[in-house]
């Protein structure tokens, strides 16, 4: 492909082959079959249902008139596997393969969808039809996510057919770098990978450093536990990520990228290398892309998995060979980067915004979102919550419409309690900010942080002690251990929880604690030392209750603490079933058959089972 008319053709061309899903007349096909093929789909055995599909499909002789295409992440993970028919788009939630058959032969050859596996709402009972009709996606608005589960993610005719390239073409055709940069800077797009830089500043700078040779990199590290937004952003849709970084290049006068991905991610990576081999085929990577002057390559590197190298002058030291470990700035990477050269670094998700603001424009950006946080956000919503997936919301969205209408609200009727956002380096968003509109700004300000976007939801039944000493063990133990503050505070820091989830700690303790976490925050090297501490901090400053009540009562109000709490046998409730002592695997509970029964606590290892054996509801936590 040397030229944009080349281009066009093709996406004239390429249409027809997703006519069925642009609800076009001319098409060449009957049927399409959209599978996810996201990793959670795949697990979950998505892959089988397609063969299957493809089975049945040449045994009544449909071959040549339907085709099942493997997608990325459709988002609402909780109903998945997710099988979606053209035409009409027919949602079908939580398929396993042996519903090929009942599907082809039911509503292909019928004419009927399969009414069981139709998706009914949970509250109304309601059936619904269409993925987009769901509550889930009533207040989304896909962006970043605009692919995904819409294409086939290993054929670059399908991104092209969704005018894939376009925004590279009009700029390497119609914009100067200085362009661009007005470009981005009118939108107001910010950094999604952690604290919100602004994107065109970050470009300037690099753009402005002299230099020979400058790099673009892309940030594919994602490591805060239960996110994955960026891996499914490279899984449905990597084009997207690769125009945007040959755009980047173009702006900055770079030449030469790189995609940083933990290697964690295979199917990721798979999907990457597929899109990038079919760019360079397609003349859009490599040498004089549109017949022009500009030139951009672009390669992959692999991660081990060490969270330090979400940081990103740790990403640019394990790609140079060396140990992931932060580099001290300034210098910034944009001044001195990778092999010492002007570099950007963004995130997955802050590249796939960019071709749609070229081809959109800056005013329809801009208008999403709230006036200091514009576009969109990715959240990996996950923990109590009844539709955990992958969400994309404006800007602005409280965190009660996530939660509630969004998620769907908590499981069996229990009371929100908190909500994480940020990871490790996040804190805990409580009921009382329940309605804060989410930005950088507001998310700052209560003592949280938007970071890369996992947002876990906790109910009543969560400590909060425990939370936070949850994401200590992880930093202690992702630490680089390069400084001090780091690599020895963070640990004193855990120790200290240690003992207040065990009954050993005194209200010295709390006072320590405190002192030590803005020591960490104030002196530690990088941002994963600087914000260790948030988590405490914040459960501290919201459930500072929870934590007296674990020094002062040795006790653990939501009964998660084992060595703070009691199993207990209720004598008027109990009728003496036995059922309890036999499931016990440490015989501590005793008691004559119909006569209540008593646990030995000297002996109780506090592990749960009697009170899932038990049918009478007759033990509780104290």
């Not at 700052?444 to 976007?453: A, V």
């Amino acid at each position: 492909m040397r030229t944009w008319q080349e281009l066009n053709e093709m996406q004239n061309q390429y249409r027809k082959d997703v006519a069925l899903r642009l609800d076009e007349t001319d098409f060449d096909l009957k049927w399409e079959i959209l599978v996810c093929g996201g990793t959670g789909c795949l697990s979950s055995k998505s892959r089988d249902f397609m063969d299957a599909f493809n089975a049945e499909l040449a045994k009544h002789g449909l071959a040549d008139e339907a085709r099942v295409i493997g997608t990325g992440c459709f988002g609402l993970c909780a109903q998945g596997p997710i099988v979606i028919v053209y035409p009409g788009g027919t949602f079908y939630h939580q398929v396993q393969p042996k519903d090929a058959k009942k599907i082809v032969e039911k509503h292909l050859l019928a004419g009927e969808p399969v009414e069981k596996l139709l998706y009914h709402d949970h509250e109304t009972k309601e059936v619904i039809n269409k993925l987009l009709d769901t509550p889930f996606y009533h207040k989304q608005e896909r962006v970043a996510l605009r692919n995904c589960g819409r294409i086939d993610p290993e054929k670059i005719e399908e991104y092209i057919a969704f005018n894939g390239y376009q925004a590279l073409a009009k700029v390497l055709h119609e914009y100067t770098s200085e362009d661009v940069l007005t470009i981005l800077k009118n939108s107001g797009l910010r950094g999604r990978g952690g604290a919100g830089f602004p994107t065109y500043m970050k470009w300037t700078f690099a753009k402005n450093s002299p230099g020979n040779q400058k790099y673009v990199v892309c940030n594919a590290d994602e490591g805060d536990p239960g996110a994955f937004m960026d891996r499914s952003v490279l899984e449905g849709d990597p084009h997207a990520v690769i125009e945007a970084m040959a755009i980047a290049g173009y702006t900055i006068g770079a030449n030469q990228g790189y995609v940083y991905v933990r290697a964690e991610y295979p199917t990721a990576v798979k999907r990457l290398q597929i899109a990038i081999n079919q760019a360079r085929e397609a003349g859009l990577l490599g040498e004089h892309i549109f017949g022009t002057d500009f030139s951009f390559q672009l390669d992959i590197r692999l991660g081990s998995g060490a969270f330090v190298c979400g940081e990103e002058t740790a990403l640019l030291e394990s790609i140079e060979g060396h140990r992931g470990e932060p580099r001290p700035r300034p210098p910034f990477p944009a001044v001195k980067g990778l092999f010492g050269k002007p570099t950007i670094v963004n995130n997955v998700e802050t590249l796939a915004n960019i071709a749609q603001i070229i081809v959109k424009g800056p005013e329809w950006f801009a208008a999403m979102g709230t006036e200091k946080s514009k576009g969109t956000k990715v959240f990996a919503l996950g923990g109590k919550i009844q539709n955990t997936g992958l969400v994309e919301i404006p800007m602005g969205t409280t965190l009660r419409e996530i939660v509630e209408d969004i998620g769907g609200g908590i499981p069996e009727g229990k009371a929100f309690k908190a909500a994480q956002t940020g990871g490790p380096s996040g804190g805990c968003i409580p009921v009382e900010h329940y309605d804060v509109p989410i930005d950088y700004d507001n998310l700052m300000e209560i003592g949280s942080m938007m970071g890369s976007g996992g947002l876990i939801v906790m109910d009543e039944d969560n400590c909060m002690v425990d939370i936070a000493k949850f994401f200590l063990e992880f930093t202690v133990e992702e630490s680089c251990g390069k400084c001090a503050p780091c690599r020895i505070g963070t640990k004193r820091l855990l120790e200290i929880l240690e003992k207040i989830t065990s009954g050993r700690a005194t209200m010295d303790d709390l006072d320590k604690m405190e002192e030590l976490c803005y020591h960490i925050k104030e002196n530690s090297l990088c941002g994963l030392g600087q914000t260790a501490p948030n988590p405490v901090l914040s459960t501290y400053h919201y459930f500072k209750e929870e934590y007296l009540a674990h020094v002062q009562e040795r006790r653990c109000p939501a009964g998660v603490c084992k060595n703070l709490i009691q199993y207990k046998i209720n004598p008027e409730t109990c009728t003496g079933c036995t059922a309890c002592a036999r499931a016990c695997p440490v015989s501590a509970i005793s008691g004559e058959k119909k006569m209540a029964h008593e646990i030995d606590q000297a002996v109780c290892i506090k592990c749960g089972m009697c009170i899932d054996t038990c049918r009478f509801d007759a033990i509780y936590v104290q």
